[in-house]
């Protein structure tokens, strides 16, 4: 009989606090990252698998994760909660799982991201409220929720205190730049989603950068060039040599090109060398295909800029050098994929000549 009074009380306490909660849909406040806005039938999407063929199944997974997304919006609730229907979940043994089906919650102060708390709920029970903070001081906050790395969703639900207020903001970057590439863009490894170097780079920069990572599977790849060609943006930033080896960019990286520029006529391309992996220091064999990549990669551009009708014709598109190794070779996880000081490296790296680039252009 105690038992079950007990029990009573335990889910009187629980459905207590489970109403203290207004619950809103995050499409009802800002979306934030998003790189195909109103061509997904599914909002949390990044693509719309049902219309965008030739992706294999583990692709067709990934591009309906939700990296490098977000919405924002401000209230005054001393709490904030978070509700989920997921549909599938990763768990990649070199990411933390805070980062890859999890939260990652900022708040703007004095004109700064200022990160607030992150969580994730426990997977034998995904769906259940996540409570990501407390005990704040009841005064409006603009608030930038980042959602999962390596998950897909059906339903993200922003929970705030019944007769606290929540609305929506502005979107608070600017332009939409679109960023195509490996498990680095995605964000493998990243102890939390909002440390994906896109992310890093807009909240320094207050560009919004709009993220197809596709862990493991950026090859320069017709199918995907056929989503990029759709993608309503300002510009184009790749990390697309860190996937393919060095014949296959040989084979497929002009014609990539020439796509694209026949697409989006005018608009700045600048494709990022492939970082130094680690795991190179004492493997001759990696050592040697790891240099054959950047090798290719550089010579390419070099040849297509060496005469006047190949820098007239490529005359937006641009190639520089990503950093995310410090002198120490101590920022990585695996040897393949940066920590986050790592990723913080690489998006300071770049923040200069993007920026420099884009201003060409009247982005800024």
């Not at 401000?74 to 933390?96: A, H, L, Q």
């Not at 060496?306 to 410090?326: N, Q």
């Amino acid at each position: 009989m105690k038992r079950f009074i007990l029990f009573i009380l335990l889910a009187v306490s629980a459905a207590a606090s489970a109403q203290s909660y207004v619950y809103t849909e995050a499409t009802e406040l800002t979306i934030v990252g998003k790189l195909m806005p109103g061509k997904t039938s599914n909002p949390y999407h990044r693509v719309d698998t049902t219309l965008y063929k030739g992706f294999t199944k583990r692709e067709n997974q990934l591009v309906r994760m939700s990296s490098g997304m977000a919405c924002a919006f401000k209230t005054d609730s001393r709490s904030i909660s978070v509700c989920t229907v997921y549909g599938e979940m990763d768990d990649p043994v070199n990411t933390n799982i805070i980062s890859a089906r999890g939260y990652d919650l900022y708040v703007k102060q004095d004109g700064k991201w200022i990160w607030a708390s992150s969580g994730v709920s426990p997977r034998k029970n995904p769906s259940e409220p996540l409570k990501l903070i407390s005990g704040m001081d009841g005064s409006e906050h603009e608030f930038l929720l980042y959602f999962p790395a390596y998950s897909e969703e059906y339903s993200i639900k922003v929970g705030v205190e019944q007769g606290a207020a929540l609305e929506s903001v502005p979107n608070p970057f600017r332009h939409r730049i679109a960023i195509w590439g490996s498990s680095y863009t995605h964000g493998s490894s990243t102890s939390r989603s909002g440390m994906t170097y896109p992310a890093q780079f807009s909240r320094a920069t207050g560009l919004q950068m709009l993220s197809l990572g596709c862990s493991g599977r950026c090859m320069l790849q017709d199918y995907f060039c056929d989503v990029l060609v759709d993608v309503d943006a300002d510009a184009f930033v790749f990390d697309s040599f860190s996937n393919p080896k060095a014949d296959m960019i040989r084979e497929r990286l002009v014609p990539f090109i020439d796509r694209m520029i026949a697409a989006h006529p005018g608009k700045p391309m600048i494709f990022q060398q492939t970082i130094y992996r680690e795991r190179r220091n004492f493997n001759t064999a990696e050592d040697e295909k790891e240099q054959a990549k950047m090798d290719m990669a550089s010579l390419i551009f070099k040849e297509i800029k060496s005469t006047p009708e190949g820098r007239k014709k490529y005359k937006d598109v641009y190639f520089i050098t990503p950093d995310a190794c410090p002198q120490s070779h101590e920022a990585t996880v695996d040897g393949v994929h940066p920590d986050n000081y790592g990723y913080t490296l690489w998006a300071k790296s770049i923040e200069k000549p993007v920026k420099r680039i884009l201003r060409k252009y009247g982005i800024k």
